[in-house]
Nanobody
Framework: QVQLTETGGGAVKAGGSLRLSCSAS????????MAWFRQAPGKEREIVAA??????????GKSVKGRFTISRDRDNAKDTVYLQMNSLKPEDTAVYSC??????????????????WGQGTQVTVSS
């Protein structure tokens, strides 16, 4: 069974940066498309960014495009996917969770395309 562990969350001021990491264990990371979603209190879960198995194709949610970057180890040696978040805004405040898909290829946008989720890491951006 795949286990996902997110780290790197915290509290920052608007305009600041954070880098989230998601480490995967217990599965075939090299064969999974990966993604980051977020959920703020009272709001639905939304896609932040997604990346294909190869790492060559990515997708970004409209609200983060141009500010966030998703990546994965090129040789997949560390079984980790990253989310670099720059120019953070208060509206980026949410719990960020990573997830994986066994569908192959990718990236995928819809939550139903993904198999399991990590516990999440809190990101809080103050104005």
């Amino acid at each position: 069974q795949v286990q996902l562990t997110e780290t790197g969350g915290g509290a920052v001021k608007a305009g600041g940066s954070l880098r989230l990491s998601c480490s995967a264990s217990g599965g075939a990371f090299r064969r999974y498309a990966m993604a980051w979603f977020r959920q703020a209190p009272g709001k639905e879960r939304e896609i932040v960014a997604a990346i294909s198995i190869s790492g060559d194709d990515t997708y970004y949610g409209k609200s983060v495009k141009g500010r966030f970057t998703i990546s994965r180890d090129r040789d997949n040696a560390k079984d980790t996917v990253y989310l670099q978040m720059n120019s953070l805004k208060p509206e980026d405040t949410a719990v960020y969770s990573c997830t994986y898909s066994t569908l192959g290829g990718g990236p995928y946008v819809l939550p139903r395309s993904y198999d399991e989720w990590g516990q999440g890491t809190q990101v809080t951006v103050s104005s």
